[in-house]
């Protein structure tokens, strides 16, 4: 079993960055592969980005590739995404994941948090 706390969301001008963080409770962590989502309004769940248990893998949506980048410390159960460049269309509900490679990159991992609000001003 695993919960998960989202945090780091706000308000930022386009061209702009935020760091999201999860922080993640239980022991297990380090043997989940994590993941990062966004629902924005009238549009369903996207995935964003995932890390492999070990961090030595990544993986990102096209749409975001070169400005977002996840990372993790298992050392302290918290996962982060660094979003760059930010652009009006990134602004969303980001929820962190957590579950085995397969399922957090196919788009249903059994893990959620409750997600933490971006908004990018243009």
């Known amino acids: 079993q695993v919960q998960l706390v989202e945090s780091g969301g706000g308000l930022v001008q386009a061209g702009g960055s935020l760091r999201l963080s999860c922080a993640a409770s239980g022991r297990t962590f380090s043997t989940y592969a994590m993941g990062w989502f966004r629902q924005a309004p009238g549009k369903e769940r996207e995935f964003v980005a995932a890390i492999s248990w070990s961090g030595g893998t990544t993986y990102y949506a096209d749409s975001v590739k070169g400005r977002f980048t996840i990372s993790r410390e298992n050392a302290k159960n918290t996962v982060y995404l660094q979003m760059n460049s930010l652009k009006p269309e990134d602004a969303s509900v980001y929820y962190c994941?957590?579950?085995?490679?397969?399922?957090?990159?196919?788009?249903?991992?059994?893990?959620w948090g409750q997600g933490t609000q971006v908004t990018v001003s243009s």
């Open positions: 994941s957590a579950d085995d490679w397969r399922t957090v990159v196919g788009g249903r991992p059994k893990y």
